[in-house]
């Protein structure tokens, strides 16, 4: 069905590219961005030796659209061979323990059902056939055991309790939706009476028909099957989630339970913090559970301390307390005393190893963004990208020695494109404090030339551009339209230790906004081939906030303003969002609470002083930052006479995930850029 975009004017959408081949050496495109091949579910075998990987194409060459698996194996790089050939895209991958067959999920039979692929000759079997879709899944260590999560009726013993109540919801006569209790809505969508709980169910004997509910006394989600693990002798299993309360929405107390295979009573094996503990995992000897946990409740922002659970003794530790980075992904090593884990790192998403004994830190690689983190014997086998190079896979020994790179999928695609060379700076921002950016050269770069900025304002606010390769906010895009790239990581950005990223906390539009003005004023004076007096800010979220916030606070700092998804109006923005414990915690509780900080940095109270031209965009299904932000930024623009455009999205939420929509939200964008800053 063919997408419908509303915008509040008749002007027709621009091409950026017309249809065809693209030449060679061109700039960055959109199309291009939508003709990437990507990499999917990257798992080592347990031996070490095979990876197995999915791989969807974009249509670059030949008009290739599949979404298949591969199978590389690593002592003859040379020998790639594709394991499926199927219209229905199978995702969750992994091994089984004995590395001679895959598991999966795929809908080749009307839902989402897990399978099993032998890698020595024959056809992919089906696992489960159950009435439900397969969420997520994890097989136990032993092949006897298998955890599902399901999407059902919180009460519900069986499957078919839940089929019943779904049947008596088809044949409601009116459309209502009634709650009880927050929330009542998330990121996109409305929530429904369903949950995402933990089943398990026996395997080999036969096709898996039914599971058992472990949790079918709770109301509530478990975090994700990422977030659940066998214990080593399959015997029982951790997840986590959060106590059923009606306080759900306000804050961030997950925990981790563990429970018998067999169900029964649910044991808190963290309950004494009160903070967000997260992706349990066990070592292989099954002496260590190691998980992450955040310190501070509310916070989701906070650093995530790696902890190690003595399953012999009991006594628990956290690794490394002195390492000021929050941990993301983490893997134990072959010797189980080693933990190896990705984490942000001025401006990079880095590997490092942790001794589990004695807290001993070193860096293992440390260029863009590493993620997809495997280990196995001496190996590690991650993915990675940079702001010129779209993620493909990698591989390194665990002492840091020996990378090379085991994939391009994006070969031909990369011929076709000529990037701007990009390079990290520095500047003393609020406080006298380092504050670190990047900076993207127009992909034709002449030193003799002047070219207009494009000034990007992260999201989050705890975030960071990075050295990273997107599709949504590509900083080679804005460099391919004859752009410098400024990126600004201020005060609350990750990955400069955890002060840096909590100092934003109660403090929205004060130190953010002094970086931002400071490192505009040193990237003009440090590059003078770049003409400041011809720049215009960008952002999403936060992003989109700060551009509200630059109207009424900086209002001649920029030529123009474009807003994704921006927060206009703080009162009513905490009134209509989902996850409360994000404004409670950064903006000082409730809304009505005494000293909180929502008229304080709203940039709706300074209204009155916005004068530089806007282009507003939103997602309609957004319900983080719902579309009346954007349509009262928009009102006050138009009320003031100000140049302005809205352009909503119907079928977007916070993000703009169709490709026909991110074609034409940039060629708005630039279109509005180019109406600004272009010469004369």
């Not at 950026?16 to 939508?34: D, I, K, R, T, Y």
């Not at 804005?478 to 230790?497: E, N, P, Q, R, W």
């Not at 977007?652 to 109406?675: M, T």
Request: proline share 4%; charged share 20%; hydrophobic share 40%.
């Amino acid at each position: 069905m063919k997408k419908t975009l509303i915008t509040l004017s008749l002007l027709p959408a621009l091409s950026l590219l017309a249809a065809g081949a693209v030449s060679a050496n061109a700039p960055l495109s959109v199309e291009h961005l939508n003709q990437l091949n990507k990499l999917h579910d990257v798992v080592l075998s347990p031996d070490g030796r095979f990876l197995a990987y999915g791989q969807t194409n974009g249509g670059f060459s030949p008009a290739d659209t599949s979404s298949d698996l591969y199978l590389m194996d690593l002592s003859n790089l040379n020998k790639v061979t594709r394991l499926t050939q199927n219209a229905s895209r199978e995702s969750q991958l992994q091994w089984a323990a004995d590395g001679q067959s895959i598991y999966f999920i795929a809908n080749r039979t009307g839902l989402s059902q897990v399978w099993q692929l032998p890698l020595y000759g024959g056809e992919a079997l089906q696992v489960t056939d159950l009435p439900v879709p397969v969420e997520g899944f994890k097989v136990s260590a032993d092949a006897k055991q298998l955890a599902l999560a399901l999407s059902v009726k919180p009460g519900c013993q069986t499957l078919q309790c839940t089929l019943d109540a779904k049947a008596a919801e088809a044949n409601k006569k009116d459309s209502a939706m009634a709650y009880d209790q927050l929330m009542v809505r998330h990121w996109d969508s409305w929530l429904t009476p369903y949950r995402s709980q933990l089943h398990v169910a026996a395997l080999g004997k036969g096709v898996v028909k039914d599971a058992t509910n472990l949790m079918s006394e709770w109301n509530t989600d478990i975090a994700g099957i990422s977030e659940v693990a066998f214990t080593p002798d399959n015997s029982r299993l951790v997840f986590s989630a959060k106590i059923p309360a009606a306080d759900q929405a306000w804050h961030t107390n997950f925990d981790i339970f563990m429970v018998s295979i067999n169900g029964g009573e649910k044991q808190n094996l963290t309950s004494s913090n009160p903070a967000w503990d997260a992706q349990p995992s066990f070592s292989a000897d099954g002496r260590f559970m190691a998980y992450k946990a955040m310190s501070k409740p509310a916070s989701e922002a906070d650093k995530f301390s790696l902890m190690l659970l003595d399953m012999v003794t009991g006594q628990r530790k956290e690794l490394a307390p002195e390492f000021d980075s929050s941990i993301g992904e983490y893997q134990f090593g072959a010797d189980n005393r080693t933990v190896y884990v990705t984490t942000q790192d001025v401006g990079q998403y880095s590997i490092y190893a942790i001794n589990t004994s004695f807290g001993d830190v070193r860096k293992v690689y440390g260029d863009g963004t590493a993620g997809a983190l495997n280990i196995a014997s001496d190996k590690i086998v991650f993915t990675n990208h940079k702001l010129d190079m779209p993620a493909e896979i990698f591989q390194l020994n665990v002492d840091g020695t020996g990378l090379s790179q085991l994939t391009d999928i994006n070969a031909q695609w990369r011929k076709q494109v000529k990037f701007g060379d990009y390079e990290q700076f520095s500047f003393k921002g609020a406080n006298d404090d380092t504050v670190y950016g990047y900076l993207v050269k127009p992909w034709n770069f002449d030193a003799k030339k002047k070219y207009p900025m494009a000034f990007l304002v992260h999201g989050g606010p705890q975030g960071s551009f990075g050295n990273m390769f997107n599709e949504r906010w590509n900083a080679q895009m804005y460099a391919a339209k004859g752009y410098a790239v400024v990126m600004i990581d201020f005060h609350g950005s990750t990955g400069y230790g955890q002060a840096f990223t909590d100092s934003i906390s109660r403090d929205w539009g004060v130190k953010p906004l002094e970086d931002l003005k400071k490192g505009f004023n040193y990237i003009v004076q440090a590059q003078p081939w770049i003409d400041g007096d011809r720049a215009c800010a960008l952002g999403a979220s936060y992003g989109g906030y700060m551009m509200n916030w630059i109207a009424g606070n900086w209002p001649t700092g920029f030529k123009c303003l474009v807003n994704h998804a921006g927060l206009y109006d703080m009162p009513s923005f905490y009134g209509s969002t989902e996850e409360l414990w994000f404004p409670e915690y950064d903006l000082g509780g409730p809304v009505w609470q005494e000293g909180s900080d929502y008229q304080k940095f709203n940039p709706a109270a300074l209204a009155d002083k916005w004068q530089t031209p806007m282009l507003v965009l939103h997602g309609l299904k957004d319900y983080r930052v719902p579309y009346a932000q954007g349509l009262g930024a928009f009102t006050n623009l138009q009320r003031k006479g100000i140049d302005s455009r809205l352009v909503i999205f119907p079928d977007e939420n916070h993000w703009i995930l169709n490709k026909d929509n991110r074609v034409r939200w940039y060629n708005e964008v630039f279109q509005w850029l180019d109406k600004y800053t272009k010469a004369n």
